[in-house]
């Protein structure tokens, strides 16, 4: 009877010796995909998670973070959950690396839902969308006592393409930190709250946290362009937006290698809101107009380029295949969430953002003298209540030298 033979990597770890590659060639030929646990926590409402990441034999893709809250029971009436809900579940995200350089910082609902839809660092299709994965259970508001819970997942991404953007995860004093300062109930369930929450108690409450790596290799091989970082940090633009206003808003001022530029509107309530876009929006980089299109077909481009907002079958319900009105049914399988917007710079290789299949060759290149703005003649009047306000979340390559392009992993 045979048995398994290891041999030992430049790290000391052993990996099996039949899996062994020829030595040469790209660095993912040599460094196969891992995940190990990180840690299970159980933070309820208003609380704060913090505890230490711990070290990988291998370079670190990202974090994949389960949240479960079970238990819950609703009252008489069943609850109104927020527009934001379920990830709005983190009133504030912050991941930093070693360093304490900000790699993600925002809202629950940018960092955990827009990012991971609009970057393609999540999934491709329908898995774009953090709703449709397959361990998501959502909230049941159907009153008369209805035993309820809820779970979701989400991505924290540093790998912005194939194994490129990863962080060295071996060196267990030179680790990520992962903070998330957990939302009040009030935030999730904004009126008729349950008579119990879903994870009220510690023991109903579970936040398990992986990671994601590529071990390291048994040759002699590095990530490309080890030490390059993809940053997202939600920032507001300024000024604010009068109802009906016609007027730029700019963007903060950024600088590296812009891959995807989120934008999202929300009205004086603090609710993202589609009335605000202006009619025909502008985007224009040191005053020179890039885009200026249609609000619609604007969204036309996001449905051909990354699938948001695609998907819809239609039917005529009307007398005659000329003359019919044509009614929307079925599923949109990937919806672009009220007032958000994703212009995208990763569509190197087609016209489809293909994720973490990407050249690098139309990043917006870009230093901090830089300047982004979107401008609306008019602006939407929403609800018509004043200000209105215009967040941006960009993805931002911060390489370490020059930005390597073409497709290093082949």
Avoid at 160 to 167: D, M, N, P
Avoid at 283 to 297: A, M
Avoid at 306 to 332: L, N, R, W
Wanted: glycine letters at 12%; aromatic letters at 10%.
């Amino acid at each position: 009877m045979s048995t398994m033979t290891t041999q030992v990597a430049p790290s000391g770890r052993p990996q099996p010796q039949t899996t062994t590659e020829a030595g040469g060639g790209p660095f993912i030929r040599h460094a196969p995909d891992g995940r190990r646990a990180q840690y299970v926590d159980t933070q309820t409402y208003s609380g704060f998670m913090s505890r230490p990441t711990v070290s990988m034999p291998g370079y670190c893709k990202g974090y994949r973070l389960l949240v479960q809250m079970t238990g819950g029971t609703n009252a008489a009436t069943g609850p109104t959950i927020g527009a934001d809900f379920p990830y709005n579940f983190g009133l504030l995200v912050q991941m930093k690396d070693a360093f304490g350089t900000q790699l993600l910082t925002g809202p629950g609902y940018v960092i955990m839902f827009e990012v991971p839809l609009y970057s393609g660092q999540f999934g491709l299709d329908l898995m774009r969308s953090p709703v449709n994965s397959p361990m998501t259970i959502g909230y049941d508001t159907t009153g008369s006592a209805t035993p309820t819970q809820f779970a979701f997942s989400t991505y924290f991404a540093f790998e912005f393409a194939k194994a490129y953007g990863t962080i060295s995860g071996a060196n267990a004093a030179l680790l990520p930190v992962l903070q998330i300062n957990v939302a009040a109930s009030s935030s999730l369930f904004t009126a008729n709250a349950p008579s119990t929450l879903p994870g009220a108690t510690a023991a109903t409450a579970a936040q398990t946290l992986d990671s994601d790596f590529y071990w390291l290799p048994n040759a002699a091989a590095d990530p490309p362009g080890l030490g390059t970082t993809a940053q997202w940090v939600y920032q507001p633009c300024n000024p604010t937006i009068p109802a009906s206003a016609s007027q730029f808003v700019q963007l903060p001022r950024l600088g590296g290698y812009l891959t995807v530029i989120i934008l999202e509107v929300r009205d004086s309530a603090g609710v993202r809101d589609d009335s605000l876009w202006p009619v025909r929006p502008k985007l224009f980089v040191d005053g020179v107009p890039l885009i200026d299109t249609l609000f619609t077909t604007w969204q036309e481009d996001l449905a051909i380029n990354m699938g948001v907002g695609a998907g819809a079958a239609f039917i005529s319900s009307g007398a005659g295949s000329g003359g019919g009105v044509m009614t929307q049914t079925g599923i949109i399988p990937v919806p672009r969430p009220a007032g958000t917007y994703g212009y995208n710079r990763k569509a190197c290789l087609s016209q489809r953002d293909l994720g973490i299949m990407d050249t690098g060759e139309i990043f917006l290149s870009t230093n901090p003298g830089t300047q982004l703005e979107v401008g609306g003649f008019p602006w939407g009047a929403g609800d018509g209540s004043n200000p209105h306000t215009l967040n941006a979340t960009v993805g931002q390559v911060v390489p370490a030298g020059t930005l390597v392009q073409g497709l290093p992993e082949i």
